[in-house]
């Protein structure tokens, strides 16, 4: 599943010499960029989770496997698509104490004090959990496993659907979305010895080298939605607009998908 958080940042501490803190401009750029080096668009990994076994091999790749009965997920990534939080759960609290951490480390010595509050774009709707991976993107996105919350918007001859928006949050609530080409058998991974022990025929297996590297994931296929084409938001909101369209016949279709905060794609059917 995805997350979509807002980031509010305290700071004090002593003046500088422009007898300022830190500049706003140029602090806001620095932090979002260290957030973003962190955590956006990894997958969080809760190192104390028994659940999670986590292994670091060479070529600065990982393994990381999530054991649970027929369910298990298994990943073979370079180690940057990973952010490996110590607690044993991902939450605001787990994620907020990893964040001040890091910060604490990076931000000019004249900061003394930092507090850091994260919270959810506020959505009044109808809002999907998936997660994903474009082998195409030479940003992160590429990165096999991560994830998006965000609203979802279906008109039906210029009028908001909301029962069809509901119906779609939850076909599409904590799933992975799987493009057809990236799809392989499982016999053509590489994962760890305790994946090879779990897996079976409920399992996908997705493979795909990407400019950061070789990105390789078996999961639960009752937790997979195949898609037939990559999975960029312009090309998700063209699937739900052609899938709606089948539903209402000769009616107008207006999908307005978002992925993240504030942006997306308009599809018409």
């Known amino acids: 599943m995805g997350e979509s958080w807002l980031v509010d940042i305290e700071m004090s501490g002593e003046?500088?010499?422009?007898?300022?803190?830190?500049?706003?401009?140029?602090?806001?750029k620095l932090i979002k960029s260290i957030i973003d080096e962190e955590v956006d668009h990894k997958l969080l990994v809760p190192t104390g989770c028994?659940?999670?076994h986590i292994e670091t091999l060479d070529g600065d790749e990982s393994t990381v496997d999530l054991l649970r009965p027929e369910r298990s997920i298994h990943l073979r990534c370079p180690t940057q698509g990973f952010a490996f939080i110590p607690a044993p759960h991902v939450d605001k609290e787990s994620v907020t104490r990893y964040l001040l951490a890091v910060l604490a480390k990076r931000l000019p010595d004249n900061i003394k004090d930092l507090s850091l509050t994260l919270r959810q774009e506020a959505i009044t709707g109808a809002?999907?959990?998936?997660?994903?991976?474009?082998?195409?993107?030479?940003?992160?996105?590429?990165?096999?496993a991560h994830g998006h919350r965000s609203p979802i918007e279906i008109h039906v001859d210029g009028e908001r659907d909301d029962e069809l928006e509901l119906n779609w949050a939850e076909r599409w609530g904590d799933i992975y979305l799987g493009t057809e080409e990236d799809k392989v058998a499982l016999t053509e991974l590489s994962l760890s010895s305790r994946a090879n022990a779990?897996?079976?025929?409920?399992?996908l297996g997705f493979k795909y080298v990407a400019p950061q590297g070789l990105f390789q994931l078996a999961i639960p296929a009752a937790e997979v939605e195949m898609i037939d084409t990559d999975t960029t938001v312009e090309l998700l909101a063209c699937y739900i607009a052609r899938e709606v369209k089948q539903m209402v016949g000769d009616k107008f279709v207006k999908i307005v998908a978002y992925e993240g905060v504030g942006k997306g794609a308009i599809a018409y059917a």
């Open 15 to 28: 003046l500088n010499e422009m007898s300022m803190l830190l500049d706003f401009g140029r602090v806001k």
């Open 50 to 52: 028994p659940q999670i």
């Open 127 to 144: 809002f999907y959990h998936y997660s994903h991976g474009l082998k195409k993107h030479d940003g992160n996105c590429q990165r096999i």
């Open 198 to 203: 779990q897996l079976g025929a409920h399992h």
